[in-house]
């Protein structure tokens, strides 16, 4: 009894000095966690300087044609003829019409003979008044013959006047018999039907050039006042366009042509116009397309990687490093998006240091080792984009670990409850 008494005491003071051990082992661990700093956390980090930077912008637009044409009737007759099938791509100066030219061609014959007559009528009157010249010279006539002789001579002149331009008006009605295609395009559908009587102004068809096409779209205020400074320096043919296509369409590339000049009172926009080609008329004028510009820039402004402003207190924020390489938030009045870029209005200074990287978990405060950054927005952007990826893969992969692991460990608390028993 002794023996097993002894056995126990000394188990117990074992037991006592092992559990001493332990405590103080972990308050050891503690202390030094408490203790120690966590390590800088590297990020990369760009010294904030002015630069140019290039915007991509985009526009709702419609899609026209400026030279669309629709054809009228310039006199008035029967419809005898038409020359064409609707929906024919047609080429300027091809005859399309025929009204009723044989009755002009009668007017013109009749013009003809007047003018003819009119001539003929001077001739007379000229005869007269030479012959009457000379016989004043001699005293045979009076000086009011004479006169009346001057007098008819020249209204037969008046007249042949008048006869060449009844024959010239005549000969145009004559032209206008014949509808010709004032531009080269597709050819709608016939207004009038062959035998019907037209009259000067009758709609006959519409005749739309396909190639080029012209989408006109609003660029607001501010947009249009900076390309507008942007112009004096370089041409607006310098400015290049692309063409979005709805439904996978594709995209087309032109160049901007027009910019207006006045600001839109109700919209607050200004009007602007690109052109495109369109060899193949694919696109046809009445779409509606998204037209993006190419070659607008932003010029000595501050601007930093989209991916680094996140959401304050105080509103758009960024991290800028201190003397101590701390992270420090700074509020920020935000301008253009251009692209990967945030442009900056306000809050930075030229010199400052901006972290670049992604600030997810990053707090004021936060000591930071800051790493090059090589000046490509878009690169950053995509590593975040990839790593967001990653990241959703492995949740998604790693879903049915919960489980496992509480099966795992109800096993191991069966078999320490078995232990126990024994």
Same mark, same amino acid.
């Given at each position: 009894?002794?023996?097993r008494?002894?056995g126990?005491?000394l188990?117990?003071?074992?037991?006592l000095?092992?559990a001493?051990c332990g405590?103080?082992d972990?308050?050891?661990q503690?202390?030094?966690?408490?203790s120690?700093?966590?390590?800088?956390?590297p990020?990369?980090?760009?010294?904030?300087?002015r630069q140019?930077i290039?915007?991509?912008k985009?526009y709702?637009?419609?899609?026209?044609?400026?030279?669309?044409?629709?054809?009228?009737?310039?006199?008035?007759?029967v419809?005898?003829?038409?020359?064409?099938?609707?929906?024919e791509i047609?080429?300027?100066?091809?005859s399309?019409y025929a009204?009723?030219?044989?009755l002009?061609?009668?007017?013109?014959?009749?013009?003809?003979?007047d003018?003819?007559?009119?001539k003929?009528e001077?001739?007379r009157?000229q005869?007269?008044a030479?012959?009457?010249?000379q016989?004043?010279?001699?005293?045979?006539?009076?000086r009011?013959?004479?006169d009346?002789?001057l007098?008819d001579?020249n209204?037969?002149?008046?007249?042949v006047a008048?006869?060449?331009a009844?024959l010239?008006?005549?000969?145009l009605?004559?032209s206008?018999?014949?509808?010709t295609?004032?531009?080269?395009?597709?050819i709608?559908?016939s207004?009038?039907?062959?035998g019907?009587?037209?009259?000067?102004?009758?709609?006959?068809?519409?005749?739309?050039?396909?190639? +080029?096409?012209?989408?006109?779209?609003?660029m607001p205020?501010?947009?249009?006042?900076?390309l507008?400074?942007?112009?004096?320096?370089?041409?607006i043919?310098?400015?290049?366009a692309?063409?979005?296509l709805?439904?996978n369409?594709?995209?087309?590339e032109?160049k901007l042509?027009?910019?207006g000049?006045?600001v839109?009172?109700s919209?607050?926009?200004?009007?602007a116009?690109?052109?495109?080609a369109?060899?193949?008329?694919?696109?046809?004028?009445?779409?509606?397309?998204?037209?993006?510009?190419?070659?607008l820039?932003?010029f000595?402004?501050?601007a930093v +990687?989209?991916i680094s /402003?996140?959401?304050g207190l105080m509103?758009?924020?960024?991290?800028?490093?201190?003397?101590?390489n701390v992270?420090?938030?700074?509020?920020?009045?935000?301008?253009?998006?251009?692209?990967?870029w945030q442009?900056?209005?306000?809050g930075l200074?030229?010199?400052?240091?901006?972290?670049?990287?992604?600030?997810?978990g990053?707090?004021?405060?936060?000591?930071?080792?800051?790493?090059?950054?090589?000046g490509?927005?878009?690169?950053?952007?995509?590593?975040?984009v990839?790593?967001?990826?990653?990241?959703?893969?492995?949740?998604?992969?790693?879903?049915?670990a919960?489980?496992g692991?509480? /099966?795992?460990?109800?096993?191991?608390g069966?078999a320490s409850?078995?232990?126990?028993?024994?």
């Amino acid at each position: 009894m002794i023996h097993r008494a002894r056995g126990g005491l000394l188990a117990l003071a074992s037991g006592l000095l092992l559990a001493a051990c332990g405590q103080g082992d972990g308050s050891g661990q503690q202390q030094q966690a408490a203790s120690g700093e966590a390590p800088p956390r590297p990020m990369p980090v760009m010294e904030m300087a002015r630069q140019d930077i290039p915007l991509d912008k985009s526009y709702p637009s419609k899609l026209r044609s400026d030279g669309e044409v629709t054809l009228v009737a310039r006199v008035t007759g029967v419809l005898e003829e038409r020359r064409f099938e609707p929906g024919e791509i047609v080429e300027q100066g091809e005859s399309l019409y025929a009204i009723e030219p044989d009755l002009y061609q009668a007017t013109v014959a009749q013009r003809k003979a007047d003018l003819e007559s009119a001539k003929a009528e001077l001739a007379r009157a000229q005869s007269d008044a030479r012959r009457y010249e000379q016989l004043l010279s001699q005293n045979s006539v009076s000086r009011q013959q004479y006169d009346q002789a001057l007098a008819d001579r020249n209204v037969a002149r008046a007249s042949v006047a008048q006869a060449e331009a009844a024959l010239s008006s005549a000969q145009l009605d004559l032209s206008y018999t014949d509808v010709t295609a004032p531009v080269s395009g597709q050819i709608g559908l016939s207004q009038v039907n062959v035998g019907n009587l037209v009259n000067s102004g009758t709609k006959l068809a519409t005749i739309t050039p396909l190639d +080029p096409l012209e989408a006109r779209f609003q660029m607001p205020q501010a947009a249009a006042s900076a390309l507008r400074q942007q112009l004096k320096t370089q041409s607006i043919g310098d400015i290049g366009a692309s063409l979005e296509l709805p439904n996978n369409g594709g995209t087309m590339e032109g160049k901007l042509d027009f910019l207006g000049a006045r600001v839109n009172e109700s919209t607050g926009t200004v009007q602007a116009e690109a052109s495109f080609a369109n060899p193949d008329g694919k696109v046809l004028p009445g779409q509606f397309a998204r037209v993006s510009l190419e070659g607008l820039k932003r010029f000595n402004v501050l601007a930093v +990687p989209e991916i680094s /402003v996140t959401q304050g207190l105080m509103g758009p924020q960024v991290f800028v490093l201190d003397e101590q390489n701390v992270a420090r938030s700074r509020t920020l009045q935000l301008g253009e998006l251009a692209g990967p870029w945030q442009i900056i209005l306000d809050g930075l200074q030229p010199g400052d240091r901006v972290v670049v990287g992604d600030p997810a978990g990053l707090q004021p405060g936060t000591a930071i080792e800051p790493q090059p950054f090589n000046g490509d927005a878009e690169a950053l952007m995509d590593k975040l984009v990839q790593s967001q990826s990653a990241g959703k893969k492995q949740s998604a992969e790693g879903g049915a670990a919960p489980g496992g692991n509480q /099966v795992a460990s109800g096993e191991q608390g069966s078999a320490s409850a078995e232990e126990g028993a024994e």
